[in-house]
């Protein structure tokens, strides 16, 4: 069965704390990317991933920073969390497969 | 410019009309896909489509590379068929999708 898995579905932080989202996926897809999802402003491309330690800035990169050690999991992190940082993250495994989305607010 | 540009941005339908939904690109694509979002929910793929006319159950995408357009044709609508529709295209060697702002569906019975 094809799944993207995405923890936590919902996190509330303060602005300043660290942000933890972790993604995987069970079809050994090499490539991954995160994305971030706001009203008027549609999905935008965050980071993508070719591999394992192979990753590659997507449109709006700044803010955030990426890990994948291992191929299934691709991790996103939030260092010093902003308000603006508000969204629903998603994760994608290839261009086809899509986790369940994030929902992060930052207060 | 914007790359992909979707219309119309809203519909609503009775229960059982059909609806055509556009999508626009102005770069050369590697791929096409429709996907399908619920409200709150995820991104549900429909069809990857690069060229050519498919069809599944109620739905058919039919994309014109040359032409530089996609639709998205929905036949018999249902009110489980709403919610959002995102086209979106890869272009270039790095499989980047960039998505259109999609198009709200609404279905009413």
């Known amino acids: 069965d094809m799944k993207v898995t995405q923890m936590p579905r919902y996190l509330i932080k303060r602005m300043g704390e660290n942000v933890l989202l972790e993604c995987g996926q069970d079809?050994?897809?090499?490539?991954m990317y995160w994305y971030r999802q706001d009203p008027g402003l549609g999905l935008q491309l965050i980071y993508i991933?070719?591999?394992?330690?192979?990753?590659s800035e997507g449109d709006i990169p700044k803010g955030y920073r990426v890990s994948r050690k291992k191929r299934e999991h691709f991790s996103l992190i939030l260092d010093s969390a902003k308000t603006n940082q508000t969204s629903v993250y998603f994760c994608?495994?290839?261009?086809?497969?899509f986790g369940p989305g994030t929902r992060l607010t930052v207060l | 410019g914007q790359q992909v540009q979707q219309s119309p941005a809203s519909l609503v339908l009775q229960e059982g009309e059909n609806a055509e939904l556009q999508c626009n690109f102005s770069?050369?694509?590697?791929?096409m896909q429709w996907f399908y979002q619920r409200p709150g929910g995820s991104l549900v793929s429909l069809f990857y489509?690069?060229?050519g006319t498919k069809h599944s159950g109620r739905l058919t995408s039919t994309t014109v590379i040359k032409e530089r357009r996609s639709s998205l044709h929905i036949s018999s609508s249902q009110t489980t068929d709403s919610g959002t529709y995102l086209c979106?295209?890869?272009?270039?060697?790095?499989?980047?999708?960039?998505f259109g702002q999609g198009t709200v569906l609404s279905v009413i019975p």
């Open positions: 770069t050369s694509l590697n791929s």
């Open positions: 489509n690069p060229s």
């Open positions: 991933s070719y591999d394992v330690d192979s990753n």
């Open positions: 994608a495994s290839s261009l086809r497969y």
């Open positions: 979106a295209l890869a272009t270039g060697g790095n499989n980047k999708l960039t």
């Open positions: 079809m050994s897809h090499e490539t």
